[in-house]
């Protein structure tokens, strides 16, 4: 365990380091992480003018965006089709340690180039979080960002089968983006999706963190709300391990 | 030069069925960003009834007409101008310079993705949505004057991608691709809903007005008219000696693989 979270902070530091030459092209990535939760709030503001916890949703939300972004499908679906998975393979440690680096350390560097926004959002929103209500929502924020990672990993392991898996990911991007609480926040929902958000993934990899900060969940919902995440996180875990297993059997190089 | 696009539509269709478990994905993904985009709508409109002045029906009218825009692009500009700093880094571009027709052509139409096409059909189906669930009642006179600026629209948005395109020209290692899919999605919505300074900013600067809002707001009869139109087919021609002009700048500068 110690030699893995060794080796996993050496991919983190090595990919920082690499990401940090390619400054120019992660600033455009955090404008386009950003630029959905700011629309957001444009609108849910125009629309309902006056109400202020959806402006603090919406900013932790942006927090919550930044701090979650995987791009496994880039960075770790490339690597199967180029063939260079082998070595990967061939390295003492399991194999996710490397794509999981590379994941923090990308949102390392977008929490640091989106923190100036996120501080003058703060600044022009009319309402504080309760000190309390960021406390519960931290738990959250982390268990987010666990389930987001292994949802994309996940879906880019389908590059075993695929050709591309940009299709897939995508379709699992909009999930995110309509049932995460990214459209709309899960309490404005239409009454018909609002079952689906509780039970489904995508309301735990985004919004539901940034609805705890916002006091929209509270006492039993609150641990009901953990619960679920808890669940997915877990059976995530599980289908992540399957696919994994059913994917490198028919792996066959380039040339295989 | 019809029947060069043709050839190329036909090279296209053949290179896209190479890959068919993602034809079949992006074909759903298609689907699915629709209905999210309508959904998200409905939402919005389930508590309030106007939108910074917009109904419901002129929302979806604008949310097709970004969809059809949108899928001309993704179907015709797109496949080329992505990444386009790869081309320019390593010297690829000398085979279109070379060619027998304008660079600017050749660089931005030279090949196709014919499946976003799909997301052109739908988002007219959306248009027609819009009217018909509106209640808006459109002359044949406001159908037109909406095509032409329509038109306008993905003349503006060709632009505003060879503009970003051509950045590479003086910065290879800049890529302004991802940049162009975050301020695009600013046109899902009318660009009345963000604070004036930014509606200013997205129409002189950025100008994705004129891909959605300004097309849409002709045929919601919210405010648009011939100085809509006016408006549109000015921009339309300005985006078009821009791009041009920065398009011929910056071949000039291309200076091969050791560019």
Not at chain 1, 136 to 160: E, K
Not at chain 1, 222 to 245: E, F, H, K, P, S
Not at chain 2, 65 to 87: C, D, H, K, R, W
Request: charged residues 10%.
């Amino acid at each position: 365990m110690r030699y893995n979270l060794q080796v996993l902070a050496q991919y983190v530091r090595q990919s920082f380091l690499e990401w940090n030459a390619g400054r120019s092209f992660t600033f455009t990535l955090v404008v386009q992480a950003v630029v959905p939760p700011l629309i957001g709030l444009a609108v849910w503001t125009r629309a309902l003018p006056g109400q202020d916890l959806i402006t603090l949703y919406y900013a932790v939300l942006l927090f919550a965006r930044l701090l979650t972004v995987s791009y496994e499908h880039h960075t770790f679906s490339s690597r199967i089709y180029s063939g260079n998975l082998i070595d990967d393979l061939l390295r003492p440690h399991p194999v996710i340690l490397a794509p999981l680096g590379v994941n923090l350390a990308v949102r390392l560097w977008h929490v640091a180039m989106g923190l100036p926004l996120i501080l003058v959002v703060g600044m022009l929103i009319p309402v504080r979080p309760e000190l309390g209500s960021l406390l519960l929502a931290s738990p959250a924020l982390l268990l987010a960002a666990a389930l987001q990672f292994l949802f994309t990993y996940g879906l880019a392991l389908t590059a075993f089968w695929t050709e591309k898996a940009f299709g897939v990911v995508g379709i699992g991007q909009t999930l995110i983006f309509l049932l995460g609480g990214e459209a709309f926040p899960a309490w404005l929902a239409p009454s018909a999706l609002k079952p689906a958000m509780n039970l489904l993934p995508f309301r735990y990899m985004l919004g539901f963190p940034a609805e705890i900060a916002a006091g929209q969940v509270t006492g039993s919902a609150l641990l009901v709300g953990y619960g679920v995440q808890l669940a997915w996180v877990g059976l995530m875990g599980l289908a992540v391990a399957a696919i994994w297993r059913s994917g490198v059997r028919r792996y066959t190089a380039v040339g295989g | 030069m019809t029947r060069l696009l043709g050839r190329i539509l036909r090279l296209s269709i053949q290179q896209l069925t190479a890959y068919r478990a993602n034809l079949v994905f992006e074909g759903f993904l298609t689907l699915v960003r629709l209905a999210a985009g309508l959904v998200a709508l409905g939402a919005v409109f389930s508590q309030t009834d106007s939108l910074a002045g917009w109904s419901l029906g002129g929302t979806v009218v604008l949310l097709g007409t970004y969809q059809v825009v949108g899928g001309l692009m993704g179907a015709f500009i797109q496949p080329n101008l992505s990444f386009f700093s790869e081309q320019v880094r390593e010297g690829k571009l000398d085979d279109i310079l070379l060619k027998p027709v304008p660079s600017i052509f050749m660089a931005s139409l030279g090949s196709c993705s014919p499946w976003p096409l799909l997301q052109v059909v739908l988002g007219a189906g959306v248009v027609a949505l819009g009217v018909a669930s509106g209640g808006l009642t459109t002359s044949s006179l406001q159908v037109a004057c909406y095509l032409l600026q329509l038109g306008s629209g993905v003349v503006v948005a060709w632009a505003y991608l060879v503009v970003l395109a051509s950045a590479s020209f003086w910065a290879a290692g800049l890529e302004l691709n991802v940049l162009y899919s975050a301020s695009w999605q600013l046109g899902r919505y009318p660009v009345d809903v963000y604070h004036p300074a930014i509606t200013c900013f997205l129409t002189f600067v950025v100008p994705i007005a004129f891909v959605s809002t300004y097309p849409a707001r002709t045929l919601a009869a919210s405010g648009g008219g011939p100085a809509g139109v006016g408006a549109s087919l000015l921009a339309a021609a300005i985006s078009l000696v821009v791009a041009n002009l920065v398009w011929q700048a910056g071949t000039r500068r291309y200076t091969s693989a050791t560019s």
